[in-house]
C-alpha cells in the first residue's frame, strides 16, 4: 500500500483492519483505521507518505458484541422449554468464535441438588470439561467448574489455568487456547432462584476487561430471562393440561352419575304415576304424590341437562338433522309456555310465519333450544311480555327470544354463555338452577353451524337471536336423515312449564313494601285456631314452602313468603315469633335477611332458623356466626323441623322474659301429633 502511494500518487485507505499487535506481553486482537496519502514535492512528484492512524478496537468489539446480545434475547424470546431456550442461546454463541471460544449452559434441576448440561459450544458433551451432569453436593475439587460456589455466593467467578487442569481447550478463532473462563450466575426475574450457570471461555486473544465481563453477564442475563420465560410457558401448559383433564374427568363423572340417576328417578317416577292413576287414593297422599313426582321430573330435568351437556363435551352427541317446518315447531313449543306466561299476568307473543323452505335441524336440539330461551326469560320477567319470532334473510334463518325483564348488567354480558355461570344479584323469579341452560344453548347451536347472540339493557330486558344457516350443505353428510312427520308431544316441554308454574304467586298480592314500591307476591298463610305462636317461612321453591307449611300447621299458625325482600317487609310490619328463612333466595338471600333484621330493634331477637342446602361444618359455622340461632341443612326430618322450630320459641320466650322481668308469652299447646305426619323427607326441594 505504501508503494502503490508512491508509485501513483493515488491515496488508499482501511477501516477496521485486524492488526495482531504483541504491545501487553501476548498477541492482542486489535482493529485500526488508517490511510496513505501523497506528500508532493514542489516539482510534483510524490516525496513522500502521510500515514493517518486511529484505533478502532472498542467498538469493532462493542458492536460485535452487542448483535450477539441482540441475537441472544431475539432468540430466546419464544423459546417453549428450558431445553430449546439453552439450544438456542448455544447456536448464538457458536456463531462468535471471537469472544466465545467455548461455552456451557448449566440448568438447575428441581430439587437444587444437580445441574444438567443443557448446551455446549465447542465442547463435546460428557468429557472431562463438559460433564453432563455436576453434583452440588460433592466436594468442589471433584467438579471442573465451580458451579456450586456461583450458585451460593450469586457472583460470578473467574476460572484460571485451565489448560494445566483439563488439557487445551478451543480457542475460538484464535490459534492459541483459551486458558481461562467466567462462570456466571443464571438467576430468575426475582433474583432469589437459580436457574443455572453459564460458563464462557475468555478469548486468548483480549484481556478479561470489565467491557468482556460485562458482555458475559449481559449474555447471562438475557439466558436467563429466555429460561425464566420458558419455564413459566412450561408451567402454564401443565396448569392448562391439568385443568383440561380436571375437565374431562368433571365431564365423565357429571355423565356418569347422570346415568345412574336415571334408573332410581325412573323406578320412583313409574310408581308414582300408578299412584296418581289409582281411583281409591286419598287426597293426602295424591298431595304427597304429586308433589313428589312433580321433583322427581325437576330432577329428571336436571340429570338430562347434565347429561347432554357431558355428551357434547366428550363428543359423543349423535345429532339427526332433518327438514323441519320450523316455524310450525317453534310456535307450537312457544305455546306450550303460553299457559304459564299469561298466569303470570305476562303477554306471550309469537310471530312465526311459514318460511320459504324447510330448515335442517335436530328437533329434540331445537327443542331444548327453545324451551331454555323460554324458561330463562320467563324466569327474568315481572311484567311486560316475552316475545318469539322466527325469520329468514337470504341464507340464514333468525330465531329471537326477547323480554322485557330485569335485564343483564354490560360486565356479566361476556360470561353469559359459560357453563354453571349466573349472574349474581339478579332479580329472578327463583334463586334455584344449575347455570347450564344458556351454555347448553350455545353448544346446540354450534352443532347446527350456527351462532348464539344477545343484546341486554338493565332493567329493559334482553334478545337472544340464534341465526342458522339455512339447507344443508353445512351439515355432516352422514348425519342428514329424510323428513318425518313427527309433531311435537310437548313431553319435552313439561319439566320446563311445570317448573315455571311453581314460580307464579297463588294467591293475590298481600300488600306495598313502602321500602321498594312493589308487590309482594305469593304469600300464603296456614293457620289454626288456637295456636298463638306465628311461624314466618321464606323460601323460593313453591313446593318447600308448602311442605314446611304443611309440616308447621299441624301445631302453629304459618305464613309463607317467595323471597327475603318479602320476608323482611312481612317480619318488620308484625314480627312474628319464628323465622324460617332459606339461605339462597332472589334479590336479597337469608344473609342479608338476617343481617337486616338484626340491625331492626323490633326484630333484634327474632329467633332464626337458616335453612340451606350446603351442608358441611363451614356453612353451618358460616350461618351461626352471621346471627343465626339455628341452621339446618336440607334434606332434613319433619321430626328434626319440628324439634328445631320448638327449641327456636322457646328461645323466644327466654328473651322475652328477659325484657319483661318475669312473665312469659303465652306457649303453644302441646298436643300430640301422628307420627306419620313427621317421617317425611324434604327431599323433593332440597
Not at 424470546?77 to 467455548?102: H, I, Y
Not at 311484567?383 to 325469520?391: H, S, T
Not at 338484626?598 to 351442608?615: G, K, V
Request: aromatic share 6%.
Amino acid at each position: 500500500m505504501f508503494a502503490q502511494v508512491l508509485a501513483t500518487g493515488q491515496a488508499t485507505w482501511e477501516d477496521d483492519q485486524l492488526l495482531v499487535l504483541d504491545r501487553y506481553g501476548y498477541l492482542e486482537e486489535a482493529y485500526f483505521t488508517y490511510s496513505y496519502s501523497p506528500i508532493r514535492l514542489d516539482s510534483g512528484e510524490v516525496g513522500g507518505v502521510f500515514a493517518a492512524v486511529n484505533e478502532t478496537t472498542e467498538r469493532v468489539l462493542a458492536e460485535r458484541r452487542r448483535e450477539t446480545l441482540r441475537r441472544l434475547a431475539a432468540q430466546g424470546s419464544n423459546a417453549k422449554s428450558v431445553v430449546e431456550a439453552c439450544s438456542r442461546a448455544a447456536d448464538v454463541l457458536a456463531d462468535n468464535d471471537a469472544d466465545v471460544p467455548f461455552a456451557l449452559l448449566y440448568s438447575l434441576e428441581k430439587e437444587g441438588h444437580h445441574v444438567e448440561l443443557a448446551g455446549a459450544v465447542r465442547l463435546d458433551p460428557g468429557t472431562l470439561a463438559a460433564p453432563r451432569r455436576i453434583s452440588l453436593d460433592e466436594p468442589p475439587d471433584s467438579a471442573p467448574w465451580p458451579i456450586a460456589a456461583v450458585l451460593s455466593s450469586g457472583t460470578a467467578m473467574v476460572v484460571e489455568n485451565l489448560a494445566e487442569r483439563l488439557g487445551p481447550l478451543p480457542g475460538g478463532r484464535w490459534l492459541q487456547p483459551a486458558t481461562r473462563a467466567i462462570a456466571v450466575p443464571l438467576t430468575g426475574a426475582a433474583e432469589t432462584q437459580p436457574l443455572g450457570v453459564l460458563v464462557l471461555g475468555v478469548s486468548a486473544a483480549r484481556a478479561l476487561d470489565a467491557d468482556y465481563r460485562a458482555f458475559a453477564e449481559f449474555a447471562a442475563s438475557h439466558l436467563s430471562t429466555a429460561m425464566a420465560n420458558a419455564q413459566a410457558h412450561a408451567q402454564a401448559q401443565e396448569r392448562a393440561e391439568a385443568l383440561a383433564e380436571l375437565d374431562r374427568t368433571k365431564t365423565a363423572f357429571f355423565s356418569n352419575v347422570s346415568h345412574e340417576f336415571r334408573t332410581p328417578l325412573t323406578l320412583m317416577l313409574a310408581p308414582l304415576q300408578d299412584l296418581l292413576d289409582a281411583p281409591d287414593v286419598s287426597p293426602a297422599a295424591r298431595d304427597h304424590a304429586t308433589v313428589a313426582r312433580r321433583n322427581a321430573l325437576r330432577l329428571l330435568k336436571l340429570v338430562n341437562s347434565l347429561l347432554d351437556f357431558s355428551r357434547l363435551e366428550a363428543g359423543r352427541v349423535e345429532a339427526q338433522y332433518e327438514p323441519v317446518d320450523l316455524a310450525a315447531l317453534t310456535a307450537d313449543l312457544a305455546s306450550t309456555f303460553r299457559s304459564s306466561i299469561e298466569r303470570a299476568g305476562l303477554h306471550l307473543v309469537v310471530d312465526c310465519p311459514a318460511l320459504p323452505a324447510p330448515v335442517y335441524v335436530d328437533r329434540d336440539m331445537w327443542e331444548k333450544i327453545v324451551l331454555n330461551l323460554l324458561s330463562n326469560a320467563f324466569k327474568f320477567t315481572f311484567e311486560g311480555q316475552i316475545g318469539v319470532a322466527l325469520r329468514q334473510q337470504g341464507s340464514q334463518v333468525t330465531l329471537s327470544v326477547s323480554d322485557t325483564g330485569t335485564g343483564i348488567p354490560p360486565e356479566a354480558l361476556p360470561q353469559v354463555f359459560e357453563r354453571f355461570r349466573r349472574v349474581q344479584n339478579a332479580r329472578a323469579r327463583t334463586h334455584e338452577g344449575t347455570g347450564i341452560g344458556l351454555a347448553l344453548v350455545h353448544e346446540l347451536v354450534k352443532l347446527h353451524g350456527g351462532q348464539v347472540a344477545l343484546t341486554s339493557e338493565v332493567g329493559r330486558g334482553t334478545t337472544f337471536e340464534v341465526t342458522l344457516p339455512a339447507g344443508s350443505g353445512h351439515l355432516p353428510v352422514g348425519r342428514i336423515v329424510a323428513g318425518t312427520t313427527t309433531a311435537t308431544t310437548g313431553e319435552g316441554a313439561a319439566p320446563f312449564v311445570e317448573e315455571a308454574l311453581r314460580w307464579i304467586p297463588t294467591v293475590p298480592p298481600l300488600e306495598i313494601s313502602a321500602e321498594r314500591g312493589e308487590l309482594l307476591r305469593h304469600v300464603t298463610t296456614v293457620r289454626r285456631q288456637g295456636s298463638p305462636a306465628r311461624i314466618l317461612v321464606a323460601d323460593d321453591n313453591a313446593d318447600m314452602r308448602e311442605y314446611v307449611a304443611r309440616l308447621l300447621g299441624a301445631r302453629w299458625s304459618v305464613e309463607t313468603v317467595p323471597d327475603g325482600h318479602a320476608a323482611l317487609a312481612r317480619a318488620t310490619a308484625d314480627p312474628p315469633d319464628v323465622l324460617l328463612s332459606d339461605v339462597m333466595m332472589p334479590g336479597l338471600d337469608g344473609f342479608a335477611l338476617l343481617q337486616a333484621l338484626r340491625a331492626d330493634p323490633r326484630t333484634r331477637e327474632l329467633p332464626i332458623i337458616l335453612l340451606s342446602a350446603r351442608a358441611g361444618e363451614e356453612s353451618r359455622v358460616e350461618g351461626l356466626r352471621s346471627g343465626a340461632d339455628d341452621y339446618l341443612v336440607k334434606p332434613f326430618s319433619a321430626r328434626e323441623l319440628v324439634a328445631r322450630v320448638e327449641s327456636s320459641l322457646s328461645i323466644g320466650n327466654k328473651r322475652f322474659e328477659h325484657r319483661s322481668g318475669g312473665g312469659s308469652r303465652k306457649s303453644p299447646p302441646q298436643e300430640e301429633c301422628d307420627d306419620g305426619d313427621l317421617v317425611a323427607e324434604a327431599s323433593g326441594a332440597a
